[in-house]
């Protein structure tokens, strides 16, 4: 999806109506790649958000405040909060066709007095921000030298966008991203003077005209797609913009250059006149947004949007605003991008945890490996006793049933008998131990991998939260603090294993976690339930309640590729599924949650497939 001139230029019109001349009261960092800025203008407040995003490069307003979501401040956010925030928006432009806009800001430099307070009862509150034009009245008309001018900058450009503060001289103050001479000719950092994109040398649609499209159509490849050709020959076009245009003059979003040009005498005028009128706006401010919302499978994904009535997707819906399209647009995508990140973040953090946990058993097998036989040293003890009467002062050896004793001359037999027991028991001892971590370590690199598993499969903030939550109960990862982990607790506690229905009417639950695999199993399964587990391999577990009736295979196989999907080998074309009675289910005496032990009565093979 392209946010494209036109779209900014509605975006534009919005703000002069809406915000030009409020004041802009908080400034913070939604994200590391964009600013959200608070104004108050016609006595309301309003929520101004610009994104650098390299997909998701946009700037418009939102219905809610957006939350702050970097906790450290940029060198960027800290000059803001010193020469934008307080400051009021006295001007906007946006370069023709271009995908630029120049907000300017001035601000009266002088200390003020805010401690302005409303005392209701007995409490006091503080109101400096709606009471911000009283205190400013309270002082004298500003001079020149008072104030200080400054341009808040926005490139959304895709892979090149960014976000700039530039001051009265045109100098760089700082930016979003910074590019250096050697990533760009185009340099963008502090101190550096400020230079606009460079204009495209293409033709202004605003005056097509049927001879220019003409010689367009005779031009190009016959088999050229007349939506690309509009787009390389006219400035400020995008592929969509000239799929809309292509599609009310020929009926067609898609019709090459040739074909366009056997449908008469008249296209070329038709595509002028369709092509001026797409970007009249610009010049009467009359805009029609519009949004096309997702196919039935996703329909919480709208599929475009546009500052103009779309008519080459079907069943597109008008908007009260563009602002209001753009967000319907670009909030779900974000979701999906911030929970692909928190999961990928995860997903490192766990990695290099089981990396640990597996160099630890790694450890502990070569400890054990180095340690001697026990069984060795009771023997050679138990020998020495029994041939204490053949062993003479300074002997060096004792040779019994063709194997021999190293014997230490300073030592009576006695004496060497004894402490080779009391290596014996002492190397025992440390055996068992060893014995015992590396069960331990084993359950719990288990555990993490059960974790790990469902955790790929998680496509919700909630499951992913979750799974972060056991792994700090688990002490896999250090706990967050106190207020993170109860917010946290208290959206996820409600949570519950995810139940789908089989083609049969039977119902099947999965677990999505640790303490969901452990739910499935002992709370929601009965003993004479049917429990699948993927086949030596982390994952989820399933339960099908049968209700005292048999159950077909249809639903076996559904319930098992749902078993496939929630584990490590979702990706595999084919997965072995075990199948048991719940009753042959059990738990691990001191494993973390989810680990059993079972008996498996049948096995399946398929392939894996999602609940949707």
Not at 35 to 48: D, G, K, W
Not at 170 to 196: C, E, G, H, W
Not at 592 to 606: D, F, K, S, W
Request: hydrophobic share 40%; proline share 7%.
């Amino acid at each position: 999806m392209y946010f494209d001139a036109l779209t900014l230029a509605a975006v534009a019109d919005e703000l002069r109506q809406r915000v030009l001349g409020g004041r802009i009261q908080r400034v913070w960092l939604p994200t590391a790649q964009s600013i959200a800025l608070e104004l108050y203008a016609h006595h309301r407040r309003h929520y101004l958000f610009a994104s650098a995003h390299p997909q998701h490069a946009r700037v418009h307003l939102v219905a809610r405040k957006p939350s702050r979501g970097v906790a450290l401040p940029t060198p960027l956010l800290l000059l803001l909060r010193k020469y934008v925030q307080g400051g009021r928006l006295v001007a906007l432009e946006q370069p023709a066709l271009e995908r630029l806009l120049l907000l300017s800001i001035v601000k009266d430099m002088r200390p003020r007095n805010y401690d302005v307070v409303a005392r209701v009862g007995d409490r006091t509150e503080d109101t400096n921000a709606d009471l911000a034009e009283d205190a400013n009245m309270c002082l004298a008309p500003p001079t020149e030298a008072d104030l200080f001018r400054c341009e808040l900058i926005i490139e959304p450009m895709e892979r090149r966008s960014n976000i700039l503060l530039v001051n009265d001289a045109n100098v760089i103050m700082d930016s979003v991203k910074r590019v250096t001479p050697a990533m760009s000719q185009r340099v963008v950092l502090p101190q550096q003077p400020y230079v606009f994109p460079p204009a495209q040398d293409k033709r202004d649609p605003r005056s097509a005209t049927a001879a220019g499209i003409t010689a367009l159509l005779a031009a190009g490849p016959p088999q050229t797609v007349l939506a690309k050709a509009l787009v390389q020959t006219y400035r400020g076009v995008s592929p969509q913009a000239a799929r809309e245009v292509a599609q009310r003059a020929c009926g067609n979003a898609q019709i090459t250059l040739s074909d366009a040009l056997a449908t008469g005498e008249t296209a070329a005028a038709t595509l002028a006149a369709c092509l001026r009128a797409l970007y009249q706006p610009l010049d009467t401010g009359v805009w029609e947004p519009s949004l096309v919302h997702g196919p039935p499978d996703a329909p919480d994904l709208p599929q475009a949007y546009a500052p103009y009535r779309i008519t080459h997707l079907p069943s597109p819906a008008p908007q009260p605003s563009i602002s209001a399209a753009l967000e319907a647009f670009y909030q779900p995508r974000e979701e999906l991008a911030d929970h692909s990140q928190r999961r990928i973040a995860l997903e490192q953090r766990l990695a290099e945890v089981a990396a640990r946990l597996r160099h630890q058993l790694q450890q502990i097998e070569h400890e054990l490996m180095q340690l001697p036989d026990p069984e060795q040293l009771r023997w050679e003890g138990e020998m020495i006793y029994a041939f204490l009467h053949e062993i003479t002062a300074g002997q060096t050896t004792l040779a019994i049933e063709g194997r021999t004793i190293q014997l230490d001359p300073t030592l009576t037999p006695v004496a060497a008998a004894q402490h080779r027991f009391r290596s014996y028991q002492k190397i025992r001892s440390g055996t068992e131990r060893l014995h015992k971590r590396r069960s331990q370590t084993a359950l719990r690199l288990a555990g993490l991998e059960q974790i790990q598993a469902l955790l790929g499969a998680a496509t919700e903030r909630d499951q992913i939260d979750q799974l972060l939550l056991e792994a700090e109960e688990q002490g896999y990862l250090p706990p967050a603090s106190s207020k993170q982990q109860q917010a946290i607790r208290k959206r996820v506690s409600r949570r519950r294993p995810l139940r789908v229905v089989s083609s049969d009417g039977f119902d099947i639950f999965v677990g999505r976690s640790a303490t969901q695999n452990a739910e499935v199993t002992f709370k929601i399964g009965r003993p004479d339930d049917l429990w699948l587990h993927v086949r030596t391999i982390a994952g989820a577990h399933v339960i099908i309640q049968r209700g005292g009736r048999d159950v077909p295979e249809r639903t076996l196989l559904e319930a098992a590729s749902l078993a496939a999907y929630f584990s490590q080998a979702r990706h595999e074309q084919h997965v072995d599924v075990e199948i048991a009675r719940r009753k042959l289910v059990r738990k691990i005496t001191g494993a973390p949650p989810g680990l059993v032990t079972y008996r498996a009565e049948q096995l399946v093979r398929v392939s894996p497939h999602p609940p949707w």
